[in-house]
């Protein structure tokens, strides 16, 4: 299992934007080639997978965040990225960064979409 640290979360306005980062602690997992994805869990809701990159950077996101939401990595710092725009009320939940397919969960990340 590899521990990463989720941050970037916070509370804004609707329509407002917020970029989450992911990074993995103290492990040597080769990210470069890790296929990577960001979940989020609202109240009441079960998890649900937001967007994945593959290692090439080929990308996949849920329809409700299409155009506008957008998964990044970088390698070279080994962090996974997710630039959130657009904010929307049902947007707000805890996202957690893991290797897509593993079960990875850290603390996560609070995200509040409120007016």
């Known amino acids: 299992q590899v521990q990463f640290v989720e941050s970037g979360g916070g509370s804004v306005q609707p329509g407002g934007s917020l970029r989450l980062s992911c990074a993995p602690s103290g492990s040597l997992f080769n990210f470069r080639i890790a296929a990577m994805a960001w979940y989020r869990q609202a109240p009441g809701r079960q998890r649900e997978l937001v967007a994945r990159?593959?290692?090439?950077?080929?990308?996949t996101y849920v329809d409700s965040v299409k155009g506008r939401f957008t998964i990044s990595r970088d390698n070279a710092q080994r962090t996974l990225y997710l630039q959130m725009n657009d904010l929307k009320a049902e947007d707000t939940a805890v996202y957690y960064c893991t290797r897509y397919g593993a079960d990875d969960w850290g603390q996560g990340t609070q995200v509040t979409v409120s007016s």
């Open positions: 990159i593959m290692g090439g950077s080929i990308t």
